[in-house]
């Protein structure tokens, strides 16, 4: 199947479950790259801001690293904004595609 005849609707939920995936579907591969390198980099952000007293040696890590009341806003705003401004750039990617399929003629791909 060709990038151009593949339905669009799977890369949305795919670009929800991880940032880029749904670029990698449409066939952007340097793009989903890019924007799995940002969000990777915000959960590291994350992650690194909220387990950062969680190496203490007289609590468990597990519990330590659950506990949710330290996360501060930021910290979960930063990785959510990535992936939302990177399910905007797919939806665009999608609209754009279908206006272009849209505006070509039927007796373009015919040669004539």
């Known amino acids: 199947m060709s990038e151009l005849s593949r ?6 939920p795919l670009s929800a479950f991880v940032a880029g995936l749904g670029h990698c579907y449409l066939g952007q591969w340097k793009r989903g790259a890019i924007w799995f390198a940002c969000y990777a980099l915000a959960l590291a952000f994350l992650s690194a801001r909220t387990l950062s007293g969680a190496f203490d040696f007289g609590e468990p890590f597990v519990v330590t690293a659950l506990q949710f009341e330290s996360v501060a806003y930021i910290d979960v705003a930063v990785p959510l904004a990535v992936l939302v401004i990177c399910l905007l750039d797919v939806y665009l990617i999608g609209l754009t595609r279908r206006t ?13």
């Open 100 to 112: 272009a399929a849209k505006t070509t003629p039927p007796s373009a791909s015919n040669g004539s």
């Open 7 to 12: 339905p669009i609707w799977p890369a949305y």
